[in-house]
């Protein structure tokens, strides 16, 4: 079975600091790897997503890069925060063709 | 750029009662769509996915889907307590299932 663990589970940092969250995913070789931010209360939006190893398209950037240094794991990261940037990070894996998602436990994060 | 409305913002309904959520896409490429639920302070499960015209039923919960108004529907009954939670609608289209846009969001409350 597929297993995806995102980390850390929660951050409080300070605006203008560096940020790196994490994503590693077991069991699924080659899997298409996301990553979404979601507002306090609100919705979905898409980041990022990689097919392969060293290849990231940016889908919003929101002042965030994301990096694929191996086939199980996407990192998301910025050198300086902004209090925009604050919410709960979402990593994912595509089960089928048609694209249905399924979420690691997410991080969230404070910036204040 | 596709946009995924949801209707209503907010619904209250009783224990026992139906719930009907609505959502429509603006990009008429989309081929897919699903129904996630999350729980609060927890990440998005996927609840239903319907790809045809039609109608599919599991449990208390049937999808509807019209492919030529791009309106798809979940239809929750004998509402429990425990379905509490907000629902976001999800579409993609076949030519890049990468790009997957959530809608707005619908928070049901069931009161018991």
């Known amino acids: 079975a597929q297993t995806i663990h995102q980390w850390p589970v929660a951050e409080i940092k300070a605006v203008g600091s560096p940020l790196s969250l994490g994503c590693t995913i077991k069991?699924?070789?080659?899997?298409?790897l996301y990553w979404y931010w979601q507002a306090t209360g609100g919705t979905l939006q898409q980041l990022f997503y990689?097919?392969?190893?060293?290849?990231v398209e940016s889908v919003v950037q929101l002042n965030l890069s994301a990096s694929r240094p191996k086939d199980d794991q996407f990192i998301l990261s910025t050198e300086k925060l902004l209090l925009s940037h604050s919410g709960f990070y979402l990593c994912?894996?595509?089960?089928?063709?048609?694209?249905?998602?399924?979420f690691g436990e997410g991080s969230k994060l404070t910036v204040l | 750029q596709q946009k995924v409305q949801q209707s209503p913002e907010s619904l209250i309904v009783p224990e026992g009662g139906m719930a009907s959520l609505n959502c429509t896409s603006s990009?008429?490429?989309?081929?897919y769509f699903w129904w996630y639920r999350q729980h609060s302070g927890k990440s998005p499960k996927m609840l239903m996915?319907?790809?045809?015209?039609g109608e599919k039923e599991e449990g208390r919960f049937t999808v509807h889907l019209n492919k030529a108004s791009l309106h798809t529907s979940l239809h929750i009954r004998d509402s429990q307590p425990s379905d509490s939670a907000l629902y976001l609608c999800a579409a993609s289209g076949s030519s890049n299932t990468n790009k997957v846009v959530f809608g707005t969001g619908t928070r049901l409350q069931v009161l018991p």
């Open positions: 990009d008429r490429n989309v081929d």
């Open positions: 069991g699924k070789s080659s899997p298409n």
């Open positions: 990689s097919i392969t190893v060293g290849q």
């Open positions: 994912a894996w595509t089960g089928a063709n048609t694209g249905q998602l399924y």
């Open positions: 996915s319907i790809f045809s015209n």
